[in-house]
């Protein structure tokens, strides 16, 4: 009798829908931006990682243009081979002068920079010690390495002290993953803190500067920079692809670090580079950046001028309070509205989409709670913030969504 060895996959997905957890695309027709067409709708959009509003942007149009017909559509294969232009080096030394740094490294994706760099950095006989709420990809680089990986409460650090008392002394190295904005919460981690134990207790620490670069800190280099930690002891890595506006992800770190990598990342050593569009993109927007800091000061006008609408809301309700405090007191462009299930998240997204906001629902197992995640950009404008702002008080005073 023949089995088919591939009938659980249908009823994997049958047990994806009734847990309301099953995810499909939706299409954008136009070009990024703070509204966007959305299967034939034009929406305002909240749901962008397009901080500062670079990804339309002409002048990054404009030099991928400009590289593609220079270099052509590919890179053809690994940086190590045939892959390599200067285009490459010449991001790499500009995120390094953002960064502070003394070099730093381009990978194909963000993804893969945390894969691919925690992997080379730690083995079997080490220690990871993990935020309990980072991104996917530092939780997969870790289970990639091989090595021992113990959980701590979201940005605990003194359960993190007693991990580290407890365990460190078992192991060879040591390493500290967390992202610098937590990409799902919108706040930050304990960066003083983190670097304090990593020196106490030998650790070596990356910070995921994802949601920071461009955005935190004076010059926009991201939260070690918000945090007065420029120059100390740690690896940053971040992404080309949300304030950035292009594609890829990086690593900023010592000069031996880099040359490491170089030699024993196999996510950089084996994946064919980065595209010349993309890649010449993501230089013009590190330009932009450090030239227009009007773009940042504007993001954060919005964040502020939020909170502020928020305050003003009358008719206050103890949902709504609910979200206005825990909104009060975020240092990002990132604000979630939890809720109770993922049913009850995704009626208010639907909701939400037929009143003309995008902002759809983030459900396990993404995250551990359902939830709305609102992204601003500093190109909103005060109409689009006060429409939210009605929007989701209309919602949320809606006896079904209690």
Not at 23 to 49: H, K, M, W, Y
Not at 209 to 221: D, M, R, S
Request: hydrophobic share 40%.
């Amino acid at each position: 009798m023949s089995i088919n060895a591939y009938t659980w996959i249908e009823r994997s997905l049958k047990t994806i829908h009734r847990a309301d957890w099953y995810r499909s695309v939706q299409t954008v027709e136009s070009l990024p931006g703070p509204t966007i067409t959305l299967d034939g709708r034009e929406l305002i959009n909240f749901a962008s990682n397009d901080y500062l509003g670079l990804a339309g942007e002409q002048r990054l149009i404009n030099a991928a243009i400009a590289a593609t017909e220079k270099f052509g559509t590919g890179t053809t294969g690994s940086r190590l081979l045939t892959g390599h232009r200067h285009l490459h080096r010449e991001l790499e030394l500009a995120i390094a002068r953002l960064k502070q740094t003394e070099d730093a490294i381009v990978f194909s994706s963000g993804y893969l920079a945390n894969l691919g760099t925690i992997a080379a950095l730690v083995g079997r006989r080490d220690l990871i010690l993990s935020d309990r709420y980072n991104h996917s990809s530092l939780k997969n680089g870790a289970k990639v390495s091989g090595a021992t990986i113990l959980e701590y409460y979201h940005n605990d650090t003194e359960e993190l002290r007693q991990l580290l008392q407890q365990h460190r002394h078992q192991y060879r190295k040591s390493l500290i993953i967390t992202d610098s904005v937590f990409s799902m919460d919108g706040d930050l981690c304990s960066l003083p803190e983190l670097l304090e134990l990593a020196a106490e207790f030998n650790c070596m620490l990356i910070i995921d500067e994802a949601h920071a670069t461009g955005i935190l800190g004076k010059t926009g280099a991201g939260c070690v920079e918000y945090f007065g930690c420029t120059g100390q002891p740690l690896i940053q890595m971040g992404t080309l692809s949300k304030a950035l506006g292009s594609l890829g992800g990086y690593v900023a770190g010592s000069a031996t670090l880099i040359d490491y990598l170089r030699n024993r990342s196999p996510s950089w050593i084996y994946t064919t580079g980065l595209s010349p569009a993309d890649t010449a993109a993501a230089l013009e927007a590190v330009k932009i950046i450090q030239k227009e800091p009007q773009r940042r000061t504007q993001l954060w006008h919005n964040i502020n001028r939020l909170k502020q609408l928020l305050q003003e809301q009358p008719g206050k309700t103890t949902n709504t309070e609910d979200f206005i405090e825990s909104w009060s007191s975020f240092h990002s462009p990132i604000f979630c509205v939890h809720l109770p299930n993922a049913t009850t998240a995704l009626n208010v997204g639907q909701q939400l989409k037929a009143q003309g906001i995008f902002a759809p629902a983030i459900r396990p197992p993404t995250v551990s709670t359902s939830r709305i995640r609102i992204s601003l950009m500093a190109t909103h404008q005060l109409e689009h913030l006060q429409k939210l702002v009605e929007v989701l008080f209309s919602i949320l005073t809606k006896e079904e969504v209690c």
